[in-house]
């Protein structure tokens, strides 16, 4: 039975990295079939992303009030919803509501899936996270290549059908697991949240994540977009998403132990810089240079995921790592928001030089953050 309830969380994740993962290959087949300009669907893809930015907010809050299973629940039924709503689009409009219903339940269960494996594997923990996260980098690298090599990007409402048909799975074994008693936390003391403002290396932890994954989130909207208009066709779009993902996966796994010693601020400062030429590169049709261009900026999510995480968890106030780890995640989403926004109808000569600037920018918050004396309120901890 505890294996059962491993099974729940691990599913309805694979359905959200799915959604991760194989969106951004959509997006071409779904601008041709509403007719959609840049502009408007890069409504529709923001959408998403405002939504799990607030969802984020809303399940930390009463994932610490209620029971854990039932929010997670909630927000995997919300999830379902939405996902059903995509698949049965007929115009733009389904498409934001569903995609509004879709991210809004990702952003509530999402953050509770590391909770619940830890909560039903005690005597393991760290394993089981490796192999949650292992699962993750594995679906997200192979989902783009198989999806576009067996059904082709023109079905996008199977894509939104299969994610659908996971969430379901994971919430009717979640409904078919007998009522546990989740065990009581103890009390805690009262928060200051105004402290959270006065941590200065949090802030800039936060700042180089909205702008590092604001050019990661550029570079997933933008590339499928882009090669559509090409001769480079969907089984190699999807392969070249692919690569990004798998990149991610096995840097990740590769700086796994590098990321708790002295080498994070180099690891940190080389992102933003494989981010930018990646981006920069990704500006033709030749497939050696988009693949590298996809090993490039899957190199710099590696090297700025982890250790900007371990950042944040370090740097925030004492009692408050859910608090900071939520606005992690939320301002990942709302840089690649203001970043779409901006950059959805730009080309080279303009997103060039704005990717530039903003990694630069986040180079230099790295710098800050370990030249500068530490705020002593952060050290605290309990």
């Known amino acids: 039975m505890a294996h059962a309830a491993i099974y729940a969380p691990v599913v309805a994740h694979i359905a959200f ?28 893809f923001n959408s998403y992303s405002v939504a799990i930015a607030v969802g984020v907010l809303v399940g930390g809050l009463f994932g610490d009030t209620f029971k854990t299973t039932k929010v997670f629940g909630c927000g995997v039924l919300v999830f379902l919803t939405g996902s059903l709503v995509l698949a ?12 509004i219903l879709q991210g809004f339940g990702a952003g509530v269960f999402s953050p509770l899936v590391p909770v619940l494996l830890t909560q039903n594997a005690p005597e393991k923990p760290g394993r089981m996270l490796i192999l949650w996260g292992s699962l993750a980098g594995y679906v997200a690298a192979l989902a783009p290549l198989a999806y576009s090599g067996i059904l082709g990007v023109g079905n996008w409402n199977v894509a939104f059908g299969l994610i659908a048909a996971l969430a379901a799975i994971a919430l009717s074994i979640l409904l078919w697991l007998p009522t546990s008693k989740e065990p009581d936390e103890p009390r805690r003391e009262k928060l200051d949240y105004l402290t959270i403002f ?27 977009l882009w090669l559509s208009e090409t001769s480079i066709g969907t089984t190699s779009t ?20 590098k990321v708790d010693q002295a080498h994070v601020q180099t690891i940190m400062l080389a992102a933003p810089l494989l981010i930018a030429i990646g981006v920069l590169i990704s500006y033709n ?3 050696i ?36 780890v939520s606005l992690d995640i939320t301002l990942a989403r709302f840089g690649g928001i203001v970043a779409v926004a901006a950059l959805a109808d730009a080309g080279l000569s303009v997103a060039g030089p704005v990717i530039c600037v903003g990694c630069f ?22």
Request: proline share 5%.
């Open 238 to 257: 999807g392969f070249i998403i692919s690569t990004l993902w798998l990149t991610f996966s096995v840097l990740s796994a590769l700086l796994r132990n």
């Open 88 to 99: 049965a689009s007929v115009n733009a409009e389904m498409l934001i509501v569903g995609r």
């Open 198 to 224: 006065r941590a200065r290396d949090l802030w800039l932890t936060l700042a180089y994540v909205f702008l590092t994954y604001g050019a990661i989130t550029y570079f997933l909207f933008r590339l499928p």
């Open 289 to 324: 240079l988009l693949i590298g261009s996809a090993i490039l900026v899957g190199s710099g999510l590696a090297c700025s995921n982890a250790p900007s995480t371990q950042l944040i968890l370090r740097h925030a106030p004492r009692g408050m790592s859910a608090v900071s």
């Open 17 to 44: 990295v799915m959604e991760l993962t194989l969106v951004p290959l959509l997006l071409p087949s779904m601008r041709s079939q509403f007719g959609l300009s840049f502009s408007e669907l890069a409504w529709v």
């Open 361 to 382: 920018a986040a180079a230099l918050c790295t710098l800050v953050i370990f030249r500068l004396p530490t705020n002593i309120e952060t050290e605290i901890r309990t």
């Open 285 to 287: 049709d030749n497939p």
